[in-house]
């Protein structure tokens, strides 16, 4: 069974920087595509950034250039680094991996959310 537990939300000035973790935990697991959401209150959840299983990333506009996705495959870990962070970027940040296992195949998770809040 595949586990993921995010990291590193918390409270940031603005123009401060975060990095979110999304570790996965399993047996014989890959991770082929990884999502970024982000959720502010009263709000649906937005995609933010898409990484593929080519590399290839895709970032929504309002965090081009300051926002980079990656994964890490030796440590399965998934993460967001937030730069230049601004006050509309408050919200819960989810990870949503495509992950392939041996136990469970191809399939999509999500992590548990953590939560960003920028204000000075």
């Known amino acids: 069974q595949v586990q993921l537990v995010e990291s590193g939300g918390g409270l940031v000035q603005p123009g401060g920087s975060l990095r979110l973790s999304c570790a996965a935990s399993?047996?014989?697991?890959?991770?082929?595509?990884v999502r970024w959401y982000r959720q502010a209150p009263g709000d649906q959840r937005d995609l933010v950034a898409v990484i593929g299983s080519d590399g290839s990333t895709n970032y929504t506009d309002s965090v081009k250039g300051r926002f980079t996705i990656s994964i890490d495959n030796a440590k399965n870990t998934m993460y967001l680094q937030m730069n230049s962070l601004k006050p509309e970027d408050t919200a819960v940040y989810y990870c949503?991996?495509?992950?392939?296992?041996?136990?469970?195949?191809?399939?999509?998770?999500w992590g548990q959310g953590t939560q960003v809040t920028v204000s000075s």
């Open positions: 949503n991996p495509i992950i392939q296992s041996w136990m469970t195949g191809l399939s999509d998770y």
């Open positions: 399993g047996s014989g697991l890959s991770i082929i595509a």
